[in-house]
């Protein structure tokens, strides 16, 4: 199957620009995207559609919804939703700018630039707080199953679902605790990323074991770090065939599924949690025909 992105299940790029949309004038949405065909490949910028976005053109999409607002032992996940996101890619952040500056101009009539968060990688994939990112990834075929609808049918086979969280770190809470207990909050050891076996079930690595799930919840991650004037984190970007396995890893790690909350949330927190559905794409073309978009 290649008709979906590329951008979706290529490496992490150097530098990532997120932009979210509101939605200002509903009867031009089918006109907006349109423009946007000309412009996005899929590839060096990915296209995410919200559900406002979507109902506005009477589509009743299968999977889509919206971001659930979760609530745990003392965690609250908001549910911040948004008619529209690109993901810009790349390795000059110059370009990013001057490519963000055309499609906004596109779309400007009809969609209203909310926020954009710059993205970045650190080291090799690492976060911030030093830890591999992404390390049990599905890879090739696998990577394909987990985040790449088929079966569907045309237009929406090679499509994909993004649930898109912004985590905000207080890495001075988490740098003040001994290599030991960091390692025992991931569930890995820095030192060589091996898994800890013995490590509290609150772990990170325990609470959002993907193969432990029944069904299994496997995802394609894509996350990278994010760092501006008043904070710095994960951007957290998890690609799936559907919503069903980010909900089921979202249900364990905020403790609702045994009690156990996962230790990521001693030292970070989400501020804004989004869905978006990627249509498919072929030979850089977005695919937009289930919305009679052409």
């Known amino acids: 199957?290649?008709?979906?992105?590329?951008?979706?299940?290529?490496?992490?790029?150097?530098?990532?620009?997120?932009?979210?949309?509101?939605?200002?004038?509903?009867?031009?949405?089918?006109?907006?995207?349109?423009?946007?065909?000309?412009?996005?490949?899929?590839?060096?910028?990915?296209?995410?559609?919200?559900?406002?976005?979507?109902?506005?053109?009477?589509?009743?999409?299968?999977?889509?919804?919206?971001?659930?607002?979760?609530?745990?032992?003392?965690?609250?996940?908001?549910?911040?939703?948004?008619?529209?996101?690109?993901?810009?890619?790349?390795?000059?952040?110059?370009?990013?700018?001057?490519?963000?500056?055309?499609?906004?101009?596109?779309?400007?009539?009809?969609?209203?630039?909310?926020?954009?968060?710059?993205?970045?990688?650190?080291?090799?994939?690492?976060?911030?707080?030093?830890?591999?990112?992404?390390?049990?990834?599905?890879?090739?075929d696998d990577a394909i199953t987990a985040a790449i609808a088929s079966g569907l049918g045309n237009g929406l086979d090679g499509s994909s679902f993004i649930a898109i969280q912004q985590w905000v770190h207080d890495l001075t809470r988490f740098q003040s605790h001994s290599t030991e207990s960091q390692d025992n909050m991931i569930g890995r050891r820095i030192s060589d990323n091996e898994e800890i076996e013995d490590a509290p079930e609150s772990a990170h690595v325990k609470r959002a074991a993907q193969e432990d799930f029944d069904p299994e919840a496997f995802v394609v991650r894509r996350s990278m770090p994010w760092s501006a004037a008043d904070g710095e984190g994960l951007v957290f970007v998890a690609f799936g065939k559907n919503f069903n396995a980010f909900e089921a890893l979202l249900n364990r790690m905020t403790g609702n599924e045994d009690g156990i909350v996962d230790a990521l949330f001693d030292f970070t927190h989400p501020i804004t949690g989004s869905y978006f559905w990627c249509p498919p794409a072929h030979k850089k073309r977005i695919d937009l025909s289930t919305l009679g978009i052409r």
């Open 1 to 140: 199957m290649s008709n979906y992105q590329t951008g979706i299940l290529a490496d992490v790029p150097i530098h990532s620009r997120y932009m979210f949309f509101s939605l200002h004038d509903s009867a031009n949405v089918q006109a907006a995207l349109g423009n946007l065909l000309t412009i996005v490949d899929g590839h060096d910028t990915v296209l995410g559609i919200g559900e406002s976005a979507l109902r506005a053109l009477n589509s009743n999409l299968p999977g889509m919804k919206s971001f659930p607002v979760v609530t745990g032992p003392g965690i609250d996940i908001p549910s911040t939703p948004y008619a529209l996101m690109l993901w810009l890619r790349g390795d000059d952040r110059g370009e990013l700018l001057h490519r963000s500056r055309q499609l906004s101009a596109a779309i400007e009539d009809t969609f209203t630039l909310d926020d954009i968060i710059e993205g970045f990688r650190y080291r090799n994939g690492d976060d911030l707080t030093g830890y591999e990112d992404g390390t049990e990834n599905p890879e090739g």
